[in-house]
């Protein structure tokens, strides 16, 4: 396997941040359930790192997005996520989460050319989620192949250096995609690597940051419009 200078960057600030831990190599193969030389190959990029291995990264925490692409996950707004827990169960949830997520999508929608780019693309995210939210399929994987108008898995699978099988399996949440491939996904399409990993609700994440950046008029139709829900959910 090729190993780029990115993937590089990241197993050196691996190391960096176990130290800053003040864990040593077996102390982090113990938090990662495998041998000290096991550990010591993935930190020294001889084996790669898994997304498994990711998730037991971020779970000592480590922030899993500033080690692989050196960028910091913005979580600064989490009004609707507040708003939403309020709701009984798993089930009312994720209906509050579809309709405010159609609501929002509509008010968005009514000026576009208003938003920066980066809200433009968790605008886009979102709507992808909605779409296959009603379906009942689909990753986030997916929702960045719709996005990027990518109908051939065979052309996104060759772009990230994977198999079409492989790709397979991550797209239909069979598998985790490993450092390599999440770094590769954040240099084409920008969606930073913890969005493919289960690690929170990506779509009310999106819907924060959404609407963080709308103005009060609009923030304050949403909170509006989340409240009268309770009456009828």
């Given amino acids: 396997m090729e190993y780029t200078d990115s993937y590089r960057a990241f197993?050196?600030?691996?190391?960096?941040?176990?130290?800053?831990?003040?864990?040593?190599?077996?102390?982090?193969?113990?938090?990662?359930?495998?041998?000290?030389?096991?550990?010591?190959?993935?930190?020294?990029?001889?084996?790669?790192?898994?997304?498994?291995?990711?998730?037991k990264i971020n779970n000592i925490g480590m922030d899993i997005d500033k080690l692989l692409?050196?960028?910091?996950?913005?979580?600064?707004?989490?009004?609707?996520?507040?708003?939403?827990?309020?709701?009984?169960?798993?089930?009312?949830?994720?209906?509050?989460?579809?309709?405010?997520?159609?609501?929002?999508?509509?008010?968005?929608?009514?000026?576009?050319?208003?938003?920066t780019e980066n809200v433009l693309k968790n605008i886009r995210i979102l709507k992808a989620f909605d779409n296959i939210s009603s379906k009942n399929t689909g990753s986030m994987l997916k929702c960045v192949r719709d996005i990027n108008g990518i109908t051939d898995q065979l052309m996104i699978s060759e772009?990230?250096?994977?198999?079409?099988?492989?790709?397979?399996?991550?797209?239909?949440?069979k598998e985790y995609p490993d450092a390599m491939v999440l770094i590769r996904l954040y240099e084409l399409y920008g969606y930073l690597p913890t969005m493919y990993l289960d690690l929170y609700d990506v779509r009310i994440e999106m819907l924060d940051n959404i609407y963080d950046s709308m103005e009060i008029r609009e923030q304050d139709?949403?909170?509006?419009?989340?409240?009268?829900?309770?009456?009828?959910v």
Avoid: P
């Fill in 11 to 55: 197993c050196e600030r691996l190391k960096i941040s176990r130290k800053l831990l003040d864990y040593d190599q077996v102390r982090m193969a113990s938090e990662l359930d495998m041998t000290r030389d096991e550990y010591a190959n993935k930190e020294t990029g001889r084996t790669m790192i898994t997304g498994t291995d990711l998730k």
């Fill in 69 to 115: 692409v050196n960028v910091e996950r913005d979580v600064n707004c989490q009004i609707l996520k507040g708003k939403v827990a309020t709701f009984n169960n798993t089930s009312e949830i994720e209906y509050v989460k579809g309709v405010v997520t159609e609501y929002m999508l509509y008010l968005c929608e009514q000026h576009l050319d208003d938003f």
């Fill in 159 to 173: 772009d990230l250096g994977i198999s079409r099988y492989k790709y397979s399996k991550i797209e239909n949440n």
């Fill in 221 to 232: 139709l949403i909170i509006k419009f989340i409240d009268n829900l309770k009456q009828f």
